[in-house]
């Protein structure tokens, strides 16, 4: 799935950082003469994938339209250390006042796609596919699963209003997996309906229920293996729980379908980005 965002969700998650970081006035660049002009450059310090480039245009048009971003690279273009993103001309205040609302869109998602790509990258040539789960940072959702799909990886339930997931509280308060299946299958609207399963026996119990994907939760290698045996084609198979970038191969190798990795949108550090006022 690649996900695309309306132009109206890119203009409110900045309206609302702007708001947060600005509050009653930048005290500071207020201090430069409003009529000073500026030119800037945005150089990143690692290797990474370039993301957000929607968000940090959409900083500074909310600022001042005047001020003009120039990208010398393509979003989702892999770029190696002290590579110039980007060229800024316009008044200095709003160049100021921006730079840092900007950066951190632009830093955090390009994050989320770098790490994306590494788990991309080495399930290449296995028939897995890379999948986000919810634990995203909050506000950032629908950002954080587009950085997800420019990294490579498919976007797995954006919430809780898209797909049933049901999952071992929800199986202990509906009393069995049958009887959750059989309430979402009720449901008046057909979305995908995928259990977790922590046991081969539930695993049986998922695919004599009919659902669509089968989650194997904590399962190991030996235990996927049997899974996909057991369910051969008939549902989807997802490895989820203890996913990292040194085990991942072969997970994929077992021959599941999805591997979700929570550590896409949680456990990211920041691409290093500094923008510069040139002389």
Not at 41 to 69: M, N, S, Y
Not at 100 to 109: G, S, V
Request: aromatic residues 4%; charged residues 20%; proline residues 4%.
């Amino acid at each position: 799935m690649s996900l695309n965002l309306p132009y109206e969700i890119i203009r409110e998650s900045v309206k609302l950082a702007l708001i947060e970081d600005i509050g009653t006035g930048d005290l500071t660049a207020n201090l430069i003469p409003a009529q000073t002009r500026c030119q800037a450059h945005v150089v990143c310090k690692d290797q990474a994938i370039v993301c957000g480039q929607a968000w940090f245009e959409e900083t500074f048009r909310q600022l001042d339209p005047t001020v003009t971003v120039t990208w010398h690279c393509q979003e989702g273009e892999a770029v190696e250390p002290d590579t110039r993103l980007c060229s800024l001309s316009g008044p200095a205040r709003p160049v100021l006042t921006g730079e840092r609302t900007a950066l951190n869109f632009l830093q955090t998602l390009s994050a989320t796609a770098t790490r994306t790509r590494r788990y991309v990258d080495a399930v290449a040539g296995t028939p897995a596919n890379i999948l986000d789960t919810r634990k995203t940072l909050p506000g950032l959702r629908l950002a954080q699963k587009y950085a997800v799909s420019c990294g490579g990886g498919m976007n797995h339930r954006l919430g809780l209003y898209d797909a049933v997931l049901i999952k071992e509280n929800h199986i202990m308060a509906a009393g069995s997996i049958a009887a959750a299946v059989a309430q979402a299958r009720a449901l008046p609207e057909a979305v995908p309906v995928e259990v977790e399963t922590e046991t081969l026996d539930e695993v049986r119990q998922a695919l004599e229920a009919g659902v669509d994907v089968i989650m194997l939760d904590d399962f190991d290698l030996e235990g996927m293996r049997a899974a996909v045996a057991l369910v051969g084609d008939r549902c989807k198979l997802e490895a989820s729980g203890g996913v990292d970038l040194s085990r991942i191969r072969e997970i994929a190798k077992t021959g599941v379908h999805f591997i979700s990795v929570g550590a896409l949108t949680k456990h990211i550090q920041a691409v290093d980005l500094s923008l510069r006022l040139v002389p």
